[in-house]
Nanobody, 122 residues
Framework: VQLQASGGGLVQAGDSLRLSCAAS????????MAWFRQAPGKGREFVAV????????DYVDSVKGRFTISRDNAKNTVNLQMNSLKPEDTAVYYC????????????????WGQGTQVTVSS
């Protein structure tokens, strides 16, 4: 499975961004899709995950109510709608996928995209 993330950019606090992740390759399995982020000097942080059918989702507390993860299995894409962005959301955002795992531990995900930069100015 190959993942390609896109949609990052420079925005002001309070603005919105929509990140997308396109999956290709062996996508016929039931893969969970997740977003992580990594700010300078910090470890990779879980942001959100959706189960293979989109029914189950989980979010880190700091983005609940502001971010929404969704997927379109017909297009093999997963999106992260980010509203009311804050400067502390500034990071490189990565999409990840795994066939069996739907948790928050980045080490448990087998497939990763290249990352897209999100910068939120105050």
């Amino acid at each position: 499975v190959q993942l390609q993330a896109s949609g990052g950019g420079l925005v002001q606090a309070g603005d919105s961004l929509r990140l997308s992740c396109a999956a290709s390759g062996s996508t016929s399995g039931r893969y969970a899709m997740a977003w992580f982020r990594q700010a300078p000097g910090k470890g990779r942080e879980f942001v959100a995950v959706t189960s293979w059918n989109g029914v189950g989702t989980d979010y880190v507390d700091s983005v609940k109510g502001r971010f929404t993860i969704s997927r379109d299995n017909a297009k093999n894409t997963v999106n992260l709608q980010m509203n009311s962005l804050k400067p502390e959301d500034t990071a490189v955002y990565y999409c990840a996928s795994d066939q069996y795992y739907t948790g928050r531990n980045p080490s448990s995900y087998d497939y990763w995209g290249q990352g897209t930069q999100v910068t939120v100015s105050s």
